[in-house]
């Protein structure tokens, strides 16, 4: 017994050693047996190639329509006898840590009764924006804030190119060279003197941004329409009287009548590189030497810069209060556009010329000035781009501090979403409401843990807010020149989504800054909830459009993003949909053989899908939809997730940065992000 016992062991040893040489061998088949051989590691990315935690999913090229034209229709299509109410059930298991804030900066997870649970709200959003993919909705933006139901900000975005990177240049194309070209047409243009010679100059005219006293906003032009040249006193003299300026400095300085344009200092640490008056002014000499040797062709641009460059900033220009036009018609109204555009500029890191800091008030603008503002709330010091649409009307296009300040794009990121039918009714308006027309008609309960336990309350890695300002991840991008946001054919990459990846650096190290940084207690994979979703009045269409959401095109092996730290891996969880479909007599009886009679029956979602399906193929968007759901499917399979190495494929590109100060040499060069399809394919 002992002998055929270990005969049949070592057989088996046999045939097990036999599957992992083999994966899924005859031999192992005809034992019923599946051996997943152990896979290798992934190598690395490119080094030329952008990662990031996110991509994007395409958009449609044209919106699938709801099932009725018109808002007056709606009633209608609601009240159809064949249509569908019930609710459907949801067992929710976290795969990676999960957390969803309790608000007001609190580290624990959102509580009810000190239970954590995931609110209604949460899951109607993550299936919200499913829903607009897996049904081609339209893509809308919001022009002041973010709202419910709606895609983005429709603002603009801002960007400043001083001068060319050497640096930037990736495979022999240099981006901040065109990008300092589309400023400088901008901010520079070129004139003829009296004396018939061209010189270059600035079109940022100095100014003071004015609130007035009933909120509105104007621009006083100065009396002079440019910055007077003896208007300055060098970086040494200032700092000699006002205390240290330092590296990058930007700031308004006011002493009485006169505001300093403090707007960075390259040398200001280091006090052997300053010059006094007279040094400063042989310097402007000699460099005015270079200017006109470079301009009869004598020495190359490249020369001149870097003469220009040698002794960096070494001034700072001041302005006056006696500047301000004192003719009221000839202030500029500020347009809410461009104000509110000012006020969106997330990416700021100078001055803000909206915060109270630099603004001076009334009373100290009259006392300093002697002469009475009676309409002035505040006023503050700017220089400003303005456009003449006629002979007599004037109109401010953008402002900001110092010559040089950040513009904004002439597009706004609506103008480059691409899709017909954009404002036309789509499903997710039809089923998830319309605002001002109708409420909706699925409605998300909060998830209630089954079961649950705590990470250790740790500090987290800063959560950085998206930056549509890379515009080589955010933006289609195709051959060796880069698409911006001013580009000819530029077009927004589609829907932002989190790849799945192992929350395995999600903690701070200790000589990290953790001031901005969110302390946190996460709850543990394996941690899980159950859910309900009520439907009311669904056709068979949007019902089955809707459980397409977790069918997701028959794939198995899909998980979704939910809650805060998506970046660092957080907020990975399965979702297993149980449907249930409310009787016809569900309000008719009470009760039936087996006591009270339940209003709800389960059933397959298959008949609702072939339904949806069917009405693709009817409105021709079959084809476009297999191309969007493929790309949704490869983002949320979870099966990358497993494979060692795959974090260094979608990691953010500031998590290479090895000590403080450092720049990621992907990022400066602006390496493209490739396509969910080109990334996904490296696990196969």
């Known amino acids: 017994m002992l002998i055929i016992v270990s005969l049949r062991l070592n057989l088996l040893g046999t045939v097990i050693d036999m599957a992992k040489m083999k994966g899924f ?12 051989k152990e896979e290798a590691a992934l190598p690395p990315p490119p ?35 064949e249509n569908i109410s019930g609710e459907i059930s949801l067992k929710i298991e976290a795969l990676t840590p999960l957390f969803i804030g ?29 829903f607009k993919i897996v049904t081609c909705g339209a893509f809308r933006g919001q022009t002041d804030s973010q709202k419910n139901g709606v895609d983005f900000n429709d603002e603009h975005i801002y960007f400043r190119c001083l001068m060319e990177n050497k640096n930037a240049e990736l495979n022999g194309y240099n981006w901040s060279e065109e990008l300092h070209k589309v400023y400088e047409h901008r901010m520079v243009r070129d004139t003829t003197d009296k004396d018939g010679k061209k010189r270059r100059v600035k079109n940022a005219h100095p100014g003071f941004l004015i609130r007035k006293t009933n909120g509105q906003y104007f621009i006083a032009p100065s009396k002079y329409t440019s910055d007077r040249p003896e208007d300055f006193v060098t970086i040494k003299a200032f700092q000699k009287k006002y205390g240290a300026v330092k590296f990058r ?22 006090p052997e590189r300053l010059l006094d008056a007279a040094a ?11 200017r006109e040797k470079k301009d009869a062709g004598k020495i ?30 000839k202030w500029l109204a500020v347009p809410d556009e461009v104000l509110n555009s000012y006020s969106h500029d997330r990416n700021r890191k100078g001055v803000d010329l909206l915060k109270s800091k630099y603004l001076l008030t009334r009373d100290k603008l009259e ?3 002697g002469k009475a503002f009676p309409d002035v709330a505040t006023i503050v010091p700017c220089h400003f781009l303005k456009k003449e649409i006629s002979d007599d009307t004037i109109v401010v296009t953008a402002f900001g501090h110092g010559q040089c300040f950040r513009i904004p794009y002439e597009n706004r990121i609506g103008a480059l979403v691409k899709i017909l039918g954009n404002d036309s009714i789509d499903f997710a308006d039809a089923v998830f409401g319309k605002e001002k027309f109708w409420a909706s008609r699925v409605y998300f309960e909060d998830a209630i843990p089954e079961k649950f336990s705590e990470l250790p309350t740790a500090t987290a890695h800063l959560l950085m807010q998206p930056n549509p300002t890379s515009y080589q991840l955010y933006l289609k991008q195709g051959g060796r020149e880069l698409k911006y946001w001013d580009a000819p054919g530029a077009q927004i990459r589609g829907y932002k989504l989190y790849w799945h990846k192992p929350a395995d650096d999600w903690q701070i190290s200790p000589n990290e800054d953790s ?58 969880v399965k979702i297993k949909p149980t449907l249930f479909v409310e009787s016809n007599d569900a309000y008719t009886k009470l009760f039936d053989s087996d006591g009270w009679k339940k209003p709800c029956r389960q059933e397959r979602p298959d008949v609702y899908l072939k339904a949806f399906r069917k009405y693709l193929v009817e409105c021709k968007m079959d084809e476009v939809w297999q191309k969007i759901m493929d790309e949704l499917k490869m983002i949320l399979d979870w099966s990358p997730a497993e494979r060692t190495g795959w974090s260094d494929w979608v990691k953010s590109m500031n998590g290479n940065v090895t000590k403080k100060g450092d720049v990621d040499k992907r990022f400066i060069q602006r390496a493209p992000l490739p396509k969910i399809k080109s990334i996904f394919e490296v696990v196969k």
């Open 25 to 36: 061998d005859e031999l192992g088949a005809a034992l019923g047996m599946k051996i997943h």
């Open 300 to 329: 190359s641009e490249a020369e001149f810069n870097d003469e220009a460059r040698k002794y960096g900033k070494q001034i700072i220009r001041y302005t006056d209060l006696d500047y301000i036009e004192p003719n009221r018609e």
């Open 367 to 369: 006392k300093n000035t």
């Open 515 to 572: 001031r901005l940084a969110k302390r946190m207690t996460p709850l543990d994979k394996g941690s899980k909830f159950t859910a309900k979703i009520r439907f009311k009045n669904l056709s068979a269409e949007e019902l089955g459009a809707f459980m397409m959401v977790f069918d997701l095109d028959g794939q198995k092996n899909s998980a979704y993003k939910i809650g805060m730290g998506k970046p660092f891996g957080f907020g990975s």
């Open 47 to 81: 080094k030329n190639q952008a990662t990031a935690p996110y991509n994007f999913v395409s958009l449609p090229n044209k919106v699938l329509p709801a099932q009725f034209e018109n808002v007056e229709d709606f009633g209608q299509h609601v009240s159809a006898a």
């Open 102 to 130: 309790g608000g007001q900066g609190s580290k624990s997870f959102a509580p009810v009764d000190d239970t954590p649970i995931i609110p209604g709200s949460s899951l109607r959003g993550m299936i919200k924006n499913i």
């Open 280 to 290: 400063y002014k042989k310097f402007k000499e000699d460099l005015q030497a270079l």
């Open 249 to 270: 400095d930007s700031r308004i300085h006011w002493d009485g009548k006169i505001a300093y344009i403090v707007t960075g200092n390259q040398w200001a640490n280091k």
